[in-house]
């Protein structure tokens, strides 16, 4: 692995570093929201350029971190149970249900594929007619545009043995949810830039108004990374509160028009439990009754107990920004990625597993 | 699985009657599938900016480039080239 000082944008990076350390003349938290950020911000040694008055704190965004620990259990047993080829994205089949994950279903004969896209699961779907296909549909609002569309494919193909098993989450919901929280002490925000570009930015200038915080749509290399806590500090220092689009090389104020199209047509925003955090009010989607053929809970009837998570981790409070991975008793003890307690720690976005693979930065990320 | 990766259209064949548009689209040495429903206007020699197997954006050559050559250094692209081979 290169390290960012080998990079042609290493200087652009220290400059604005420097331009951070200069405009800061307070102590200041931010939150990126994004898993993929909190990756690159991890990955790349960001955090410990950063001034010590300048800190950030790791959000929500990790879609394979907030689904509930009920719905891999579902997936689970609709895999070891129903015969169903069950089809999801890499990181979602290595996340621990209450017993197991689901490769470990793979290791025990259970037909579980990982996929590139969903696209690919009605393909599955219709090469194996005599079986039900089910593909795990999780993420945010960049990946539901991808679901919603396996379900279009499916129903203009005439696809009848495919169905999907939501787990969708939305990002402003979980901003209120992080601001709303009593011992949060966020300042501003880093908004997810290939979110907005799905849905545009219109629904964060309320926020950014409610709660009074700077919010700047970024994205996610270590220049874009460096220019929008520029911009947030900028708004700190000088008192102000407004929503800015530092990636407006791919973000659009109105988003992308055809994926809302999409959204809009297969799915309804509804409540959503987020694992580590509780629920959400209206805070996911769910398939629209008209999709309902396609809608895994309805087809099959699985009725899984909700059961409680390990006492030991705390994810809740690492996902919300309250503690950092390292602060967690169990990180790099009792929970690793070989053998994770919870789910930030098997995602490559999730903060957790970001601190564990980087752990030769702990040391200075320790002193921030 | 929240990366978007930007690639170079190679092909355009339209599917389902006619009703939806695929792309080979390559990133780098690897050719891949891509739905073009979410970006209308993307033509033969445009590059897009792909999340799991759906064109998000168009994005000029410039950009693309950039952003492929830094997910490339810090070893993003791995896991595009893990799924090729399942
Ligand atoms: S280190 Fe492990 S146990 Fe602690 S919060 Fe993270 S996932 Fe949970």
């Known amino acids: 692995m290169k390290y960012l000082s080998e990079y042609r944008d290493?200087?652009?990076?220290?400059?604005?570093?420097?331009?951070?350390?200069r405009t800061a003349t307070r102590p200041w938290t931010i939150m990126e929201v994004c898993g993929g950020q909190t990756?690159?911000?991890?990955?790349?040694?960001?955090?410990?350029?950063?001034?010590?008055?300048?800190?950030?704190?790791?959000?929500?965004g990790c879609p394979v971190c907030v689904t509930p620990l009920y719905q891999i259990d579902k997936a689970v047993h609709l895999a070891e149970n129903h015969g169903v080829i069950l089809c999801s994205y890499g990181d979602m089949l290595r996340v621990p249900g209450s017993k197991h994950s689901l490769l470990e279903s793979k290791a025990a004969g259970a037909d579980v594929r990982i996929l590139y896209s969903p696209l690919e699961a009605v393909k599955i779907a219709q090469e194996n007619p005599t079986k039900e296909v089910v593909f795990f549909a999780v993420g945010f609002e960049t990946t539901a545009p991808a679901n919603a569309l396996s379900v279009l494919h499916?129903?203009?193909?005439?696809?009848?043995?495919y169905s999907i098993l939501t787990s969708h989450v939305l990002v402003p919901p979980a901003i209120e949810a992080v601001m709303n929280d009593d011992?949060?002490?966020?300042q501003g925000f880093l908004a997810a830039g290939h979110v907005c570009a799905i849905m545009g930015v219109s629904e964060y200038y309320p926020l950014s108004e409610k709660y009074k915080i700077p919010l700047v749509v970024t994205g996610f290399e270590p220049v874009d990374l460096v220019q929008g806590i520029l911009m947030v500090v900028r708004q700190l220092e000088k008192g102000e509160h407004k929503l800015e689009n530092q990636y407006s090389r791919i973000v659009h104020p109105e988003g992308n028009h055809e994926a809302r199209k999409i959204l809009e047509q297969v799915f309804e925003v509804s409540d959503r439990e987020w694992r580590g955090i509780g629920n959400i009010p209206m805070s996911g989607y769910e398939l629209r009754s008209e999709f309902s053929a396609y809608d895994a809970n309805i087809k099959f009837d699985v009725n899984i107990e909700k059961v409680s998570?390990?006492?030991?981790?705390?994810?809740?409070?690492?996902?919300?920004?309250i503690k950092k991975p390292h602060e967690c008793p169990q990180f790099g003890k009792k929970c690793t990625p070989q053998s994770p307690l919870g789910a930030p720690m098997v995602s490559s976005e999730g903060a957790c597993a970001a601190y564990y693979h980087f752990s030769n930065m702990l040391e200075t990320i320790e002193e921030i | 699985m929240c990366l978007a990766i930007p690639g170079l259209i190679r092909s355009i064949e339209s599917r389902y009657d006619g009703m939806?548009?695929?792309?080979?689209?390559?990133?780098?040495?690897?050719?891949?599938?891509?739905?073009?429903?979410?970006?209308?206007?993307?033509?033969?020699?445009?590059?897009?900016?792909?999340?799991?197997g759906v064109?998000?954006?168009?994005?000029?050559?410039?950009?693309?480039?950039?952003?492929f050559e830094y997910l490339e250094q810090i070893g993003e692209i791995d896991e595009l080239i893990e799924h090729t081979q399942i």
């Open chain 1, 10 to 21: 290493a200087d652009i990076v220290a400059q604005y570093m420097d331009e951070i350390a």
């Open chain 1, 39 to 60: 990756h690159s911000l991890v990955k790349n040694g960001l955090l410990q350029m950063l001034p010590d008055n300048v800190r950030m704190v790791h959000g929500p």
């Open chain 1, 154 to 161: 499916a129903q203009r193909a005439g696809v009848k043995n």
């Open chain 1, 183 to 186: 011992d949060s002490f966020i």
């Open chain 1, 309 to 321: 998570e390990s006492p030991d981790c705390i994810a809740g409070l690492v996902l919300k920004g």
């Open chain 2, 20 to 52: 939806v548009r695929i792309a080979k689209v390559q990133f780098g040495g690897i050719t891949k599938e891509a739905s073009l429903e979410m970006v209308p206007a993307a033509k033969e020699g445009d590059y897009v900016l792909v999340h799991v």
């Open chain 2, 55 to 67: 064109a998000i954006s168009i994005v000029n050559e410039e950009e693309a480039r950039k952003t």
